[in-house]
Every structure is written in C-alpha cells, then in structure tokens.
C-alpha cells in the first residue's frame, strides 16, 4: 500500500465496533472526511524543517517496565484487546482488533516506554517511527485528528535525542521534517478546537516548539496562550475543572516539563507558573493514597505510584496537607491508616463533562496500602462502551433509586459527547471533636422525580478502626405529601477493589486484605448480599465484588426509622503483627 492509499482497515465484521465508536467517541472521534485547504497545505506542505532541535523536553514521568518488557515480545496490549506480532513487526500492519484499539496505539503512549527498555528497545522505536512515517506522515483521515495528533506530537518531542539525533542523517531529517508537519496542522487546528483535553496539550506544544524548534519565535504568545488555558481549566484549589485526579496529574507533568525548558533556553518563567504549580500540587497530593496511586474519581484510573512520585518530587516544595476541596468537591477524613475520601462536588460545566461520572457521595476508603471501598474504577485504555458503563451512579459506593442516575446524562451537542448535570443541592458538613471526624453530606439528585434527598453521615472514630454511616432518604418539609404513597426502590452499593478478599458470615462480611488485615462490614438492614461487580482502575477489566444493601423506600419518609434509614459500618478486627 502507498502512503496515499493507507486507511483504517475495518473488517465487515466490526460493524458493531462502529456503532460503538460513534456512539461513544463524540465528534472528536470522527475521522477527517473533508479538508479546509489551509488544513491540508499545512499537513503536506514542504517548507524545510529547522536545523536543530533544542533545548530538549525532559521526560518527568517514568516509564511502564511491565508494559516494556511485553513490548519488547511483540505483544501489544491495550485494555482487554491484544496483538501478538513477531520479529519486531509494526503494530500497525494488521488489521486492529477494534477503533479504539487504533486510536490508543497511534497515540504513541507507549514509546517513552520502548526508547527506555534497552539498546534494542531504542532501536525498535525507532524503527517503528520510521514505519508509521513512510505509512501515515502525510496525512490518514482517522490518525491525523487533532485529539491522538497532539498526544502523538508531544510523545516523539519528549523522545528527544534517541529520535531526532540518533541514526543515519536521513532518517532523522524524515522525523523532524513528520513531526514539523504534524505542529502546522496542530496551531491549524487549535483555532478551531473546543475539546478542553486536546487544547491544553495542543498549547502546551506550542510553546514546547517556540522554545525548542523556534529559538524562542513566538514564546510570549504561546505562554499567554496557555495561561489563558490555566484560568479556563485550573480551579482555584489546585484542582482540574473536569474533577479528575488523573487528568490534574497529565495537566500538572505537563506544565513541570515545560518550566524545565523555560530554564534550559535561558528564559524567564512566567509568574502564573508559580500561581498554579503548587496549588496543582497541593490538591494531587490530596488524592494520593497511601499505595503512591491516585483515587480513580472521574476518568481516573489508579495511575502508577512511580508516576504519581515522580511529579509530586519535581515539585519545589513538599505539597500542603489538607482536608476538604471546597472548590473541587472533595472531603478526605484520615486517622491512623484508615483514609476516606468522599466526592461532594457537583458535576463538571457540561464542556468539561464528556468524561465525568455519576457518583454523588461516593467514596474511596483504604486501609494504608489496603484499598477497601471504591468504585468500578476507569481506564483510557479499556472500550468505550465499558468507559461509558462505569459513569453510571451503580458502578460507585453511593445510593442509587430506582436505577436511575443521580446526575442524569444528556447529550452535550458541541461534543456530542453524553455529559452529566447537577445533583442539585450538594452539599457537606464536618465537625472534628475529640479526635473524631462526623461528615454530613446531601443531595438533591431525585428530588424533582420521586421528591427525595439523600443524606449520607459518616463517623471515623479517632483510633482509626472503625467508620459507621447512615443513608437516608428524606422527603423535605416543603414538598407535599406523596399521594400515591407507592415506594421507590433503592440500592446502597460498596465496590470492593479486587485485592480484597470477601466472604459472608453469620455476623457480617469478613473483609481480608492482602496485607493480610480483617475488617467487617455489619448493618441490621435485611437481605444484604455480596454480588459480582468489575474493576478497570488498573487497566484491565478484573472481576471483584460489592456489597449491595437494597430496599423499598416510603416516598413519604422523614429519614429517621426503616427503611428510609440504613445504618452500616466497617470495623478493624485484626492486623498483622
């Protein structure tokens, strides 16, 4: 096949894969059908590349070794989906098992991983770089969409020397000359973007090339440009505007690398980097847990400790502690090990929102390492269609009614992405005493549907074995009396994280974690049960278990006795010496 001629193979078979992809991916996953003539003289044409590449980008998070070393036996795995190729062959030149498989590997994720394996590993990187340009660096319909584009670009800058110094002169010309190709069509591109993911890593390589490929042409418009970006999508806690720890830690790498490059070209840093870096910081620090991982809220996954530690040590100063996010919709209760952290937020504005989840007073509990309660996690590396499924409020430890989400879904039709709103009425209360934390939380999810607020309290006791809560369902003094009296129904839901280890007994459920420490769930509610649930927060989908506490909710009730009111609590029964 000609470079002209390669498109994204699809078998008749995957038919259902499209409907999928459409459905799930929104605009920014439609391939490129018709180009704006700008568009297409920025990506063909041939004015020369620059004739050095520096200062280089330093790379800040460290590589996957587990994934490096599969890669370097042609196994190619992304979520549940696998190729198995040989001798080195490129990914690339079999048919893909799915769009989102293709759309994840010519993202070029994995290649900061490959360069850092061995001397065979820079080779083989190498190698396939050269493959997928003398494929696709021209121009490919579905490769060349500005979403993978700006991640694929900033992934071969980060490559530095091993790819644009190392090998035969030609080659490396060919690499800058691709990657100086596929910059014209990202500053094309970004006058038009409105998907906030794909604008912060399109401005970040703006200033990335004024400063490397540039000599420093066009750098002041680039930083105005991306604090611009800062204002728009870093709220004043330190936390991103779509309420993801994982996308706050991509955003926060991000603006570490180019403050590095800032320094090498012997320019000034801007005074907004100062502003945000560590109140960015700060608020990831909040979300790490005592594994090194973050809590897979909103999009997030449980992201690698090493990756985590790398950001937070770049830091000029160790992060501030603290205990609840106003801003970003978090409280987080620790004593001893035990740490709870609670989402009280309501949903992002809907642009931000194509990503966001439906799980008003969820929580993540752990045990120091242990994690305990979660939620069915996140992984952009799984399909969309199970990325869809585990936005809705049952795939999290809260309370849901009568199947429906708390924060109902609806169609953002710029981005034609499906995007969370509200709940109405959110809202958290603390009171520390005694070395005890109380945590009174509510929301107006169903209130207009069925006339009810949840209410969740929590009690950590200050020797940090024990947490006891209460949800409850209220019909509030102003709305009138329900005159059908027919009840709802409802479901309380703990996630279990795969660690643990679950079985029920005669007086509760006995929780085993791995360290090898017993806890136990126990309530009086009748008919609570463990049932099968799944997990994607580590990049596979991992068959794990919830605890599930469902019931007939009076449409009428105060709140106060059954069964509008259900009492549980995790306890600590023995550790490890």
């Not at 290649?111 to 065979?120: A, C, D, V």
């Not at 320094?263 to 502003?275: M, T």
Request: hydrophobic content about 40%; some cysteine; aromatic content about 8%.
């Amino acid at each position: 096949m000609s470079a002209s001629d390669v498109e994204l193979i699809v078998d008749p078979d995957q038919k259902d894969d499209a409907v999928l992809w459409r459905r799930f991916a929104g605009i920014a996953g439609d391939s490129i059908k018709a180009m704006p003539d700008a568009l297409r003289h920025s990506a063909t044409g041939h004015a020369p590349p620059p004739q050095r590449f520096r200062p280089f980008l330093h790379p800040l998070i460290p590589p996957d070794k587990d994934r490096g070393a599969v890669l370097m036996t042609d196994g190619w795995r992304i979520g549940h989906e696998r190729l198995q190729l040989h001798n080195g062959a490129a990914p690339w030149t079999i048919a893909p098992p799915s769009r989102h498989y293709s759309d994840r590997l010519h993202r070029f994720e994995w290649l900061g991983t490959l360069l850092k394996q061995s001397p065979e590993g820079e080779d083989r990187a190498r190698a396939y770089v050269d493959d997928w340009i003398s494929h696709f660096g021209t121009f490919h319909s579905f490769h060349w969409r500005l979403s993978p584009l700006v991640v694929r670009v900033w992934e071969w800058m980060l490559a530095g020397p091993a790819l644009f110094e190392t090998g035969s002169r030609e080659a490396c010309r060919a690499r800058l000359d691709t990657l100086v190709r596929q910059l014209r069509f990202v500053r094309e591109g970004l006058e038009t973007c409105t998907d906030p993911a794909t604008r912060w890593r399109g401005v970040c390589i703006l200033v990335a090339e004024a400063l490397c490929l540039r000599d420093g042409r066009g750098a002041e418009g680039a930083l105005a440009q991306l604090e611009t970006e800062c204002t728009a999508q870093i709220l004043p806690d330190g936390g991103h505007v779509s309420r993801s720890p994982e996308v706050l830690l991509r955003s926060l790498a991000d603006l570490i690398i180019l403050r590095g490059a800032l320094a090498l070209a012997d320019r000034e840093e801007p005074a907004f980097f100062g502003k945000w870096i560590p109140r960015m910081g700060a608020m990831l620090g909040f979300f790490r847990l005592a594994d090194g991982s973050l809590c897979p809220f909103n999009a997030g996954s449980e992201t690698r400790p090493e990756a985590v530690s790398a950001v937070l040590d770049a830091l000029d100063a160790p992060p501030r502690n603290f205990s609840f996010a106003m801003k970003s919709g978090f409280q987080k209760l620790k004593k001893q090990r035990l740490c709870l952290i609670l989402d009280a937020g309501a949903a992002p504005p809907s642009l931000f929102a194509g990503q966001a989840h439906s799980g008003p007073l969820s929580f993540e509990l752990s045990d120091g390492p242990d994690r305990l309660v979660t939620s069915c996690g996140f992984s952009p590396e799984i399909n969309l269609d199970w990325q869809a499924a585990v936005r809705r409020t049952g795939a999290h430890s809260t309370l849901s009614l009568a199947g429906r989400d708390a924060s109902p879904f609806s169609t953002f039709e710029p981005t034609r992405l499906l995007s969370p709103e509200g709940p109405v009425g959110i809202s958290a209360k603390r009171l520390e005493e005694a070395d005890e934390i109380w945590l009174d939380a509510q929301h107006g999810g169903w209130k207009d549907r069925f006339g009810l607020i949840h209410r969740r309290r929590l009690f950590m006791s200050g020797g940090g074995d024990r947490l006891t809560g209460e949800d409850s369902l209220v019909r509030p003094v102003s709305r009138p009396i329900d005159e059908t009296g027919k009840f709802v129904s409802f479901d309380i839901r703990f996630h279990l994280h795969p660690s643990i280890k679950a079985t029920t007994r005669s007086d509760g459920i006995e929780l085993e974690t791995e360290s090898g420490t017993l806890w136990r769930f126990r309530t009086t509610h009748p008919g609570t049960r463990l049932e099968l649930s799944r997990y994607l927060g580590r990049g596979l989908i991992e068959p794990t278990v919830q605890i599930v506490m469902s019931g007939q909710a009076d449409p009428n009730g105060d709140g106060a006795v059954p069964p509008n009111c259900i009492r549980w609590g995790f306890r600590k029964e023995h550790a490890p010496s």
